[in-house]
């Protein structure tokens, strides 16, 4: 009994970071004024004061966390993965979509619509174990070159978001990546560049099978959808994997709508965050009309809901980790 | 620099609970003895030593840690259902499956198949919202009684698993349900009887749907299977939620089986246990020919593959907790 006390009272000067070294990356801004202070009216005691089990805070992935210019990562992980395999596939030189995956041909690639788009992930993503994807895209990750950035894909994170993400944590928050992108793919790399273990990763899952081959026991990776984590598809699988709505929601796009709009209807202090590509200097500007990453009804929508809309441009001192 | 030792040495007198008082009751036996010596095994240092992060036990909930005798608790929940919702349905007093749910004919509920266990889970699970149902169950567990052991259904949970439960987190495990009922049936209460919170209760789970109704968004639970969590199923959703191999695994029946090959198979130490229902005067006695809970391959196989059987009658002090 005594012992715990003086347990608790040693760790109560264990306090959590000061707002001004964690977010450090952060402008002075508005944006970095509504972060520390919902996070201080759900820490410090008073009416709006949230347990530390109930501080689950969701983080979409590509253009928030990290880097989806010009493309999504996850698909030129797939063309540089056709392309490594090849060699074992002459068939693929006369064959859509494999044909356009090869020349780069990005728009060739697009028309060949779903239907391609599943031949990809089934020649790149299936046919495996998680195991074994994993290592796929751990040394894909340590060897690959972003063609825009010149440098890794995992050192394309944002450096402020990285400062939120342990800022959260500090402050006993819960938190979790919620991605369009592969469950898989993701877990390949959460751990480590965000620190978010694989249990708080819920993404886009392909169909997976059990099996006996040989007397070992395999999960199989199958070329075939399973679930989508995009638009709607965030709440509900938020409610799935968390089973606690969330009170606090971080992205970048209209596919991060529902999961903002969800999380931030909640009753008590809510928070939801958009992160807006203006900053064409130092890393790309887009919104309504592009292709990767479209910001339009949530850009419309942020003020009157109540969610911080951060520029990159005026609001993040840095954005990459220095190198 | 100083504190952070200081806290660190306290901690350290913290030692997790000796097993003796832990696992009170439990028997001195085979099975205590390789329940202890495995958590040993794992988290003293040496070859063996397992981080916390990686040591994940993962449980089947009916009949390993609550009484699936003489019919799985969430089967009469739903019964129960159908009977409170009765009076708003006369049309169903001509109809089945709800005419034998209403005459408690379990034979002719039988044979109505899956498509009248559709129904009755339609019936009696969806068109509400995940709060709603969950509160549905909470005011049913603190109301209804069960028919055989007259007691509320979460006072018929197994006391030496509530024991092996805490013993584990203790031991810095992180406990799973992973069962083949449904998700937020659990969820209404496995963190208050088992300690286990919504986001590590992995279950069956119905279709869910995103909808703004008048403004207001909302998750509805519609009447259409999702994903059943047993068999094959259970290393399958493992991977998904979790996406880590357990290290112990925990069941009762042939639909564990899987989960325990799968989690056993892994390298360095593993443990599968099997509770074996042979306690005909304190609860029951069914394994090969039981329709529920039915316990047939992992019973034969347990031996071979160093699974623990757990006899109820001989390794349990007690069954239930002290009323
Ligand atoms: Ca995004
Ligand atoms: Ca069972």
Known sequence: MRLHLLV?????????????????????????????????????PGPDFVKPEDRIA??????????????????????????????????WRGRQPFKAALAGDVKALAASGEKGAVEIV???????????????VSQWLASAEHPRFKARYD?????????????LRANGFKTYIVSGGGAEFLRAFSERVYGVPPEQVV?????????????????????????????????????????????????????DFQMLEWTTAGPGPRFGLIVH?????????????????RLDRALDEAG????TLVSMKNDWKRIFPAP
């Open 8 to 44: 608790v009272l040693i760790l109560s000067f264990a306090t959590p970071l000061r707002a001004e070294d964690a977010l450090s990356s952060w402008n002075e801004g508005q944006a970095k004024k509504a972060i520390v202070a919902f996070v201080s009216r759900v820490t410090q």
């Open 58 to 91: 969701v983080f979409d992935n590509d253009g928030t966390l990290w880097t989806e210019w010009p493309a999504y990562s996850q698909l030129l992980f797939a063309l540089d993965r056709v392309k490594a395999l090849a060699p074992q596939h002459p068939e």
């Open 122 to 136: 089934g020649a790149t993503h299936a046919g495996n174990t998680p195991e074994a994807f994993q290592a796929i």
């Open 155 to 167: 050192r394309l994170v944002y450096q402020p978001m990285l400062d939120l993400l342990a800022y």
């Open 203 to 255: 993404g886009s899952t392909i169909v997976t099978k059990y099996e006996v081959l040989d007397g070992a026991p395999v999960l199989m990776r199958e070329a075939k959808i399973d679930f989508i984590d995009d638009k709607a598809g965030k709440p509900v699988a938020i409610n799935k994997y968390i089973g606690k709505r969330p009170i606090a929601a971080f992205g970048n796009s209209d596919g």
């Open 277 to 293: 590509h203006d900053d064409e200097a130092r890393e790309a500007a887009y919104d309504r009309k592009s292709s990767v990453g």
């Open 304 to 307: 009157k809901r109540g969610w």
